[in-house]
C-alpha cells in the first residue's frame, strides 16, 4: 500500500458498493433543494435519486456494438461504477462511486491532464444542435479540470473557463475509503456541483420540467491497462456527442 493511499484510507469513510439501474439512454432527472455536498453522498437529498451504471468499456462492449475494437485488452479488471444526477434552481449535482483496488493519481494541481490516470467525467450538452458542451473531470485527490469544448465532428478544441470565480465555480469534495480485508478493493466517491452561472451561455440553460440535454458519464482507471467506462457507450472517443444519453428533466 503506497503512503498516499494509507493516508486517505485513514482519513475517509468506507462506502458499501451496489448495482444500479441499467442504461437505457434516457435518465430523468429529480430537482432538489440546493444542498451541502460531503464527497460520499450522506446528504438525505440523494435518497430520491437512483443508482446508474457505468460500464467498462472493452472488446466485448464494443463487438456486441459492431464497433471498432483495435488496441482495447479483451478483458481486465472488473469494477463497479455508478452515479447519480440531481438539478436545483442554481445547478446540476453529480454524484459517482467507484470501486477500486489501486489508485493511479499522481497529479497534484488542477486544470492538469488528469485523464491520464484514475478519473471520472461529466459530459453536458444542454444543446442538444449545437457543437459545445461542457466537460468537468476530478481526480480521487480532488483535483479537478473544468473544459468547454467545440467539436465539429473532424476538429475538438477546448478552453479552460474564463473568470472561474464565485458563483461561476464548481464544488467539489472526494473520499477515499479504507480496503476490505476479503476482496482488496476500496471504494471512492466523488460529489461535484455544476453551477449554471459557468454554463449559462448554453441554450436550455437553467433546465425546466421537461427540458432535455444530452450528456455522458464516464471512468477511467489505470491499474494496469487504461480502462475505459461510460454510461453510453461511445464509439473510439468519449468525444461522441451523437452517442451521448438523454437527461430529461423532471
Known sequence: MSKQYFLAAVICCVVNISFGQPNTGL??????????????????????????????????????????????????????????????????????????????????????????EDVVEVFLKPDGDGNDYFEYELSPWNFELPLMIQNNGKDINTWLPYMYVGGRRTTHLVRVGGKDAKTNRFTWTAEIFIPYELIATFNNVPPQKGTQWRANFYRIDYDRNPVYSSWSLTRRSYHDPEKFGTLVFE
Open 27 to 116: 435518465l430523468k432527472v429529480k430537482m432538489t433543494e440546493d444542498f451541502a455536498i460531503t464527497g460520499d453522498g450522506t446528504s438525505a437529498n440523494w435518497n430520491g435519486a437512483d443508482w446508474n451504471v457505468i460500464t467498462q468499456r472493452d472488446k466485448t462492449t464494443l463487438q456486441q456494438n459492431n464497433w471498432n475494437t483495435e488496441g482495447l485488452p479483451e478483458h481486465d479488471i472488473q469494477y463497479q461504477t455508478q452515479f447519480k444526477v440531481l438539478y436545483s434552481a442554481k445547478g446540476i449535482y453529480c454524484l459517482f462511486r467507484a470501486e477500486d483496488s489501486l489508485l493511479t493519481v499522481t497529479n497534484k494541481a488542477d486544470n492538469t491532464p488528469l485523464y491520464n
